[in-house]
């Protein structure tokens, strides 16, 4: 069974930092995109970020370039979304997602057919 665990989030001020972890297990990572999404109240799910099933690609919303970065750890089965200098419009549910991909991924969400349960992350003062 493929399942995905999200962790990491919290409350933090603007201009903060926090890193949110992807738990995967049931699947290798080689073989499957990752995508990381966020939902704000009264919004659509959008995705900020995404990293190919062979690693070697990457892709970034232009609203958390330069300040959000994807990483993968293979040996935990984890992926990361490091994210620093927070805006109070980062606020949201932030999840991840898997899709079997390996050469590229995307930042849509109807690619993705297996989903984490969230992890709230609020920057407010």
């Known amino acids: 069974q493929l399942l995905l665990v999200e962790s990491g989030g919290g409350l933090v001020q603007p201009g903060g930092s926090l890193r949110l972890s992807c738990a995967a297990s049931?699947?290798?990572?080689?073989?499957?995109?990752i995508g990381w999404f966020r939902q704000a109240p009264g919004k659509e799910r959008e995705g900020v970020s995404c990293?190919?099933?062979?690693?070697?690609?990457?892709n970034y919303a232009d609203s958390v370039k330069g300040r959000l970065t994807i990483s993968r750890d293979d040996a935990k089965n984890t992926i990361y979304l490091q994210m620093n200098s927070l805006k109070p419009e980062d606020t949201a549910v932030y999840y991840c997602?898997?899709?079997?991909?390996?050469?590229?991924?995307?930042?849509?969400?109807?690619?993705?057919?297996?989903w984490g349960q969230g992890t709230q992350v609020t920057v407010s003062s």
């Open positions: 997602a898997a899709t079997f991909r390996t050469s590229s991924c995307h930042r849509v969400v109807f690619d993705y057919g297996y």
């Open positions: 990293i190919s099933g062979s690693g070697g690609y990457t």
């Open positions: 049931g699947f290798t990572l080689n073989d499957y995109a």
